[in-house]
T-cell receptor
Framework: AQTVTQSQPEMSVQEAETVTLSCTYD???????LFWYKQPPSRQMILVIR??????QNATENRFSVNFQKAAKSFSLKISDSQLGDTAMYFC????????????FGTGTRLTIIP | EPEVTQTPSHQVTQMGQEVILRCVPI?????FYWYRQILGQKVEFLVS????????KSEIFDDQFSVERPDGSNFTLKIRSTKLEDSAMYFC???????????FGPGTRLTVT
């Protein structure tokens, strides 16, 4: 079974600064997908970014980028030029390429952007 | 942009009552999911559904739970006899392919009293 660990329950950063959220995972699979989801106070789950394990290039989406280290089973999210609207819970999630289709989530990091 | 919708946004029910949570997945998606999130905890997988049948379910998804796609657009989660511990946010998600992004609905907050 896969596990996803987010070791930072809470983080805060000043507006416009850069922040990095950590995620590690454990799996015996070689092919899989990793995701970061954002959950603002409205509690909706919003997909932020996706990474395929077979791709060496780190995914980027505007101000959001990842540092994917497959050997270390690490998948961190970097938010550049942070904005007040980035305040939310952030969940890292794992999806295997074969077999079951369920997302396995970490426990989340509560990120607060300070004006 | 197409999105997953869920109704109701909030449901309050008494213990032992049946509830049906409704979802309309994105129209060309084939894979459907239910997850739940107890307040303050992580999101947990309940069940996945493809080709009109359950493809996987978690240990949480016991005989009190069932899912159905009654027509071409709706996807429902039924809890036959609710318990206090069923109080949670229930998210529906859909995906266009098995390993694709799962797009989540806004959730239904279920409160069992």
């Amino acid at each position: 079974a896969q596990t996803v660990t987010q070791s930072q329950p809470e983080m805060s950063v000043q507006e416009a600064e850069t922040v990095t959220l950590s995620c590690t995972y454990d799996t015996s699979e070689n092919n899989y997908y990793l995701f970061w989801y954002k959950q603002p106070p409205s509690r909706q789950m919003i997909l932020v970014i996706r990474q395929e394990a077979y791709k060496q290039q780190n995914a980027t989406e505007n101000r959001f980028s990842v540092n994917f280290q497959k050997a270390a089973k690490s998948f961190s999210l970097k938010i550049s030029d942070s904005q007040l609207g980035d305040t939310a819970m952030y969940f890292c999630a794992f999806l295997p390429n074969f077999g079951n289709e369920k997302l396995t989530f970490g426990t989340g990091t509560r990120l607060t952007i300070i004006p | 942009e197409p999105e997953v919708t869920q109704t109701p946004s909030h449901q309050v029910t008494q213990m032992g009552q049946e509830v049906i949570l409704r979802c309309v997945p994105i129209s060309n998606h084939l894979y459907f999911y239910w997850y739940r999130q107890i307040l303050g905890q992580k999101v947990e997988f309940l069940v996945s559904f493809y080709n009109n049948e359950i493809s996987e379910k978690s240990e949480i998804f016991d005989d009190q739970f069932s899912v159905e796609r009654p027509d071409g657009s709706n996807f429902t989660l039924k809890i036959r006899s609710t318990k206090l511990e069923d109080s949670a946010m229930y998210f529906c998600a859909s995906s266009g392919d098995r390993a694709g992004e799962q797009y989540f609905g806004p959730g239904t907050r279920l409160t069992v009293t």
